[in-house]
């Protein structure tokens, strides 16, 4: 398995990034998937869920800010993030909802404020 999150970056605060996730070694379509983050000196959190209905559900701290969605022709799911604030600054990994492993990299988002 594998899930390369791509397409961070430094944006000031009220930009926005579109987070993409490549997923390899799983059959991605029947998969429901998340974007976590890990903030310096927090514990990683869920953000955003898709299921494989595309059923979608946010945290609380990103609801109608985010959206999540995924190209299961393509293997790979997106984060649209507007309206980003300083403490959305985290390091995001996409992964699946059931058993997570291998969380790889993921990629830095940097909100100035």
């Known amino acids: 398995v594998e899930l390369q999150a791509s397409w961070g970056g430094l944006v000031q605060a009220g930009g926005c990034l579109r987070l993409?996730?490549?997923?390899?070694?799983?059959?991605?379509?029947?998969?429901?998937m998340g974007w976590y983050r890990q903030a310096p000196g927090k514990q990683r959190e869920l953000v955003a869920r898709?299921?494989?209905?595309?059923?979608?559900n946010y945290a609380d701290s990103v609801k109608g800010r985010f959206t999540i969605s995924r190209d299961n022709a393509k293997s790979t799911m997106y984060l649209q993030m507007n309206n980003l604030k300083p403490e959305d600054t985290a390091v995001y990994y996409c992964?699946?909802?059931?058993?997570?492993?291998?969380w790889g990299q993921g990629t830095l988002v940097t909100v100035s404020s």
């Open positions: 898709i299921t494989s209905g595309l059923s979608t």
């Open positions: 993409s996730c490549a997923a390899s070694g799983i059959v991605f379509s029947i998969k429901g």
């Open positions: 992964n699946t909802l059931v058993s997570p492993s291998n």
